[in-house]
């Protein structure tokens, strides 16, 4: 058995973001949208310094490096956990970054979608969030991710941490989806 002493942090629980009930796809991505456009997303030091250390070490314009490279930051320093049943739980930028820098991080699909999206954002990659539903139409899309542009080559990358090693095994059980350009 493994003993684990936590530390409760009462300042923990002080977050940005919203946690309302689940009112479907577009309006949770409207959320995201917003949340990564906002002062405390794209607009923040502090989420641009964070990128910043991601892709300091890549070389200067190699597009698709950094984008890989922020995708690989966020699967290492997260861990996935659905959101409660009833409540859509959503994180801005700034407390994303927050929480992973303190090793606290548990997140569902559209928060790593709002953490890589808004990255990706503050280096100036052109991104989009993907909606995707997994049985026929009109089931409800289920999950979300981002793809981000190289503006060199054109190629659109396929981000998501959830889906990981298996990202093309995911994108070929899609049966519907919708693109929201940032």
């Not at 942090?9 to 796809?25: E, H, K, L, Q």
């Not at 405390?40 to 597009?63: C, M, N, P, W």
């Not at 190289?150 to 941490?161: A, E, F, K, Y």
């Amino acid at each position: 058995m493994v003993s684990r002493r936590v530390q409760y942090d009462p300042g923990y629980n002080n977050a940005m973001g919203t946690t309302v009930p689940y009112r479907g796809t577009p309006h949770t991505v409207e959320t995201m949208i917003k949340l990564v456009q906002g002062d405390r997303g794209e607009k923040s030091i502090r989420v641009r310094r964070h990128t910043e250390q991601i892709v300091g070490g890549l070389r200067a314009k190699d597009y698709s490096s950094e984008v890989v490279g922020i995708n690989y930051w966020w699967a290492q320093h997260g861990r996935y956990t659905r959101d409660p049943v009833h409540v859509e739980m959503l994180r801005d930028p700034t407390r994303l970054v927050e929480d992973a820098m303190g090793g606290k991080l548990a997140l569902d699909c559209d928060e790593y979608a709002i953490a890589i999206g808004c990255s990706c954002l503050c280096i100036g990659a052109e991104i989009e969030f993907v909606t995707v539903g997994f049985r026929p139409a009109p089931a409800p899309h289920t999950h979300v991710f981002v793809r981000a542009k190289d503006p060199r080559t054109g190629v659109w990358w396929v981000l998501d941490p959830v889906a990981g090693r298996k990202t093309a095994e995911m994108l070929r059980r899609v049966k519907h989806y919708r693109i929201y350009r940032l």
